[in-house]
């Protein structure tokens, strides 16, 4: 159990000192290892009716005297120990009862409550770019153990000047370390990377560490991030639009970042890692709207996706029933989804529109591929398909064509 100083005071906070009596529980802190004493570790005494904290002296030694009988259960802190709740002697000791959980009775003086702190180990290393330059300001961790452990609690610690780090009073074992660099500004956030270079924690390599020991000249080779460069540009394709928004979409996991362009139509954004980007842009002029959008596959180094912004298309569609009458659609939207190779593009932003008493709709402003839904439907129906003409585009979607008004039929049937 890996306790921090944090722990021990958020378990007092709030409590009461404890009440008064003839009572008393002290011991020692010894090392695991060496067996010597351990001093300068928190000890908070926590029960019912309130708690304390003590610190242990040079013998690692602590004491609680003059308290009342009752259970009370012992949180300690140490600053390059760790807590194991692991008893040499005593009541305690037995396995089937936790050494941190200790009962004292009246006039009673525990002297025998001693236990075993672990020494931490330490991992220092540095932090580096793809070409060799120190990364300064990144944030260093410790993550999840090879052998599936969970993360353990540790304060991250940020590289200096020259990219060093110190992590201390670590547990033992196999770990990952994580490194979090600094955004560039307007980039996207970069991703976590793993010991010794890489941006998946399943391909990581684990950090064996000893207790008590220093595990030395660790080097993160940070990839090619935040010097990747999107480029977008989009000429105005009509004197008379007002405004064009752009945003960079990424897939997995979801971002959706606005692009500011200059005065000549251009935005750029940094820090792009390998995957793929979804480029839309829109721009509002006097009488219509008007979309583009690229699907950027980038891989390294720089891209630039130029839009040409054409007028945006429209669906409109007829809910029927395959048999009977239609069920009541009060409330009942019809969004159409951006697709793309099967898969939602932004399922957090769908185009929508109410549905009408006789089962008619009209999404306007649309472009891509769109797949319909509907929202708010009765548990007792589903659609059964989707139909473009005589052709069922329940799983393809409809492709929007622009400046065109595209027939749909959702075909509804009970459940």
């Not at 945003?247 to 000549?264: F, G, K, Y």
Request: proline content about 7%; hydrophobic content about 40%.
């Amino acid at each position: 159990m890996l306790l921090a100083a944090a722990s021990v005071h958020a378990q007092t906070r709030g409590v009461g000192p404890i009440p008064p009596g003839t009572s008393t529980i002290r011991g020692r802190l010894l090392d695991s290892i060496s067996k010597a004493p351990v001093a300068g570790c928190t000890i908070g005494a926590n029960s019912p009716g309130g708690s304390a904290t003590r610190v242990s002296d040079l013998a690692g030694t602590y004491e609680f005297r003059d308290i009342t009988a009752g259970d009370y259960f012992l949180l300690l802190q140490c600053p390059a120990h760790l807590f194991d709740c692991l008893a040499l002697s005593g009541p305690a000791a037995p396995a089937a009862r936790s050494a941190c959980q200790i009962t004292v009775l009246r006039d009673q003086e525990r002297d025998d409550v001693d236990f075993l702190v672990t020494p931490g180990a330490i991992a220092r290393g540095q932090v580096l770019t793809y070409d060799g330059r120190p990364v300064t300001r990144a944030s260093v961790r410790l993550g999840r153990g090879m052998r599936g452990e969970a993360t353990v609690r540790n304060t991250p610690v940020v590289t200096d000047t020259e990219g060093r780090f110190e992590l201390t009073n670590l547990p033992a074992g196999a770990w990952r370390l994580e490194v979090e660099i600094p955004a560039e500004p307007g980039g996207l956030r970069p991703p976590i990377v793993y010991y010794p270079g890489g941006l998946s924690w399943e391909d990581a390599t684990g950090v064996e560490l000893e207790a008590g020991e220093v595990k030395d000249r660790l080097t993160i080779t940070v990839p090619r991030i935040n010097e990747n460069v999107l480029t977008v540009a989009v000429p105005p394709a009509d004197a008379t639009i007002s405004s064009i928004a752009v945003s960079v979409l990424r897939e997995s996991p979801l971002i959706v970042l606005p692009i500011n362009l200059n005065a000549e139509g251009i935005g750029t954004i940094k820090g792009i890692v390998p995957g793929r980007y979804f480029v839309s842009a829109r721009g509002v002029s006097t009488d219509r709207q008007w979309a583009a959008f690229e699907v950027v596959d980038f891989i390294e180094d720089s891209y630039e996706a130029r839009l040409q912004l054409l007028p945006t298309g429209s669906i409109s569609g007829k809910i029927v029933a395959d048999k009977g009458a239609l069920p009541p659609l009060d409330g009942v939207v019809a969004g159409a989804s951006w697709i793309y190779d099967g898969a939602e593009v932004n399922p957090i932003s769908v185009d929508e529109a109410p549905v009408a008493a006789d089962g008619s709709f009209r999404i306007d402003n649309l472009f891509g591929t769109r797949a319909l839904r509907l929202r708010a439907l009765g548990l007792e129906w589903e659609v059964a398909a989707i139909r473009q003409g005589r052709t069922d585009v329940t799983t393809s979607g409809i492709v929007v064509a622009p400046d065109q008004t595209t027939e749909a039929t959702i075909v509804l049937r009970r459940r």
